[in-house]
């Protein structure tokens, strides 16, 4: 594939543009900015500086990339945006780059990030994330692994959601969501229950999802303190790798931090 620049780009001559890359009519390349090989560029796309796009990518038309933080507190420094190898990002996308807290924006590889998306600074999105029309973070989020959020979501600022998570369409995400369970609403965000369904999509075992499920009624219907909870698991559970990264996550600062709940109608 031979690269393709269409003639009303306009693109900084410091860019580093690798090989097989198109870009389309009236793309703004900043100076500062790296593209891999094979990344497709739509018309009308803005790529800031500090952006670093991996291979393969694809950049549909009106999207903005790595322009400076909404936040008050932002100074001018340089900081980046990161986007992994063969990550979608679909119409009118806006992904700020960093701030002095952590110096980058992420958004990981073979992840899919549809129309309206806005994902605000120092974000760290992971890998095979799906995140579906018009969802809105605040900064400083965090999204793990193969998670999925529903369309129109209002994430809050710092709010974590783990691996294999799913939260629902419309959600007013306030709270942290631990790996492999689903969440959602509106007026009272919630814990739903384990996301079954997509763990079985990939590929995960009856037996693993009933390890899972039996660590998450020790932690949320033991009427244990969670860190009590989270000590039986570790003593009394079998340390498979699920069970490891349920317990990775909630030994993040813990103490300090607010998990969904299970509801109660």
């Not at 992420?106 to 549809?114: A, C």
Request: one cysteine or more; proline letters at 3%; aromatic letters at 8%.
């Amino acid at each position: 594939m031979e690269t393709s620049l269409h003639p009303t780009a306009v693109i900084g001559s410091k860019a580093r543009i690798g090989k097989g890359v198109t870009i389309g009519p009236y793309a703004v390349i900043d100076d500062d900015v790296v593209i891999g090989d094979n990344t497709w560029i739509g018309p009308h796309v803005q790529v800031a500086d500090g952006a670093r796009l991996g291979k393969e990518c694809r950049i549909f038309a009106g999207a903005v990339l790595s322009t400076v933080p909404q936040d008050l507190k932002f100074e001018g420094e340089k900081t980046c945006l990161y986007v992994g190898d063969r990550t979608v990002i679909r119409e009118y996308v806006t992904l700020n780059r960093g701030t002095k807290a952590s110096g980058k924006t992420v958004v990981g590889s073979d992840s899919l990030i549809m129309a309206y998306v806005h994902a605000g600074h120092d974000c760290m999105i992971g890998d095979h994330v799906i995140i579906a029309n018009s969802v809105q973070f605040g900064g400083h989020c965090m999204v793990d692994d193969y998670a999925v959020i529903g369309g129109l979501a209002g994430v809050h600022q710092f709010v974590r959601i783990g691996k294999f998570a799913m939260v629902g369409g419309i959600s007013r995400a306030s709270l942290d969501v631990p790996p492999f369970v689903m969440a959602g609403g509106h007026q009272t965000f919630r814990f739903e229950g384990l996301n079954s369904i997509g763990l079985k999509r990939k590929g995960f075992s009856l037996d693993t999802i009933n390890v899972i499920r039996n660590v998450y009624r020790i932690i949320f219907q033991s009427g244990l303190l969670l860190a009590n909870a989270l000590e039986k698991v570790e003593h009394e559970c079998e340390r498979t790798a699920e069970v490891d990264e349920i317990l990775r996550f909630f030994a993040s600062d813990s103490a300090k931090r607010k998990y969904i709940r299970p509801y109660k109608s």
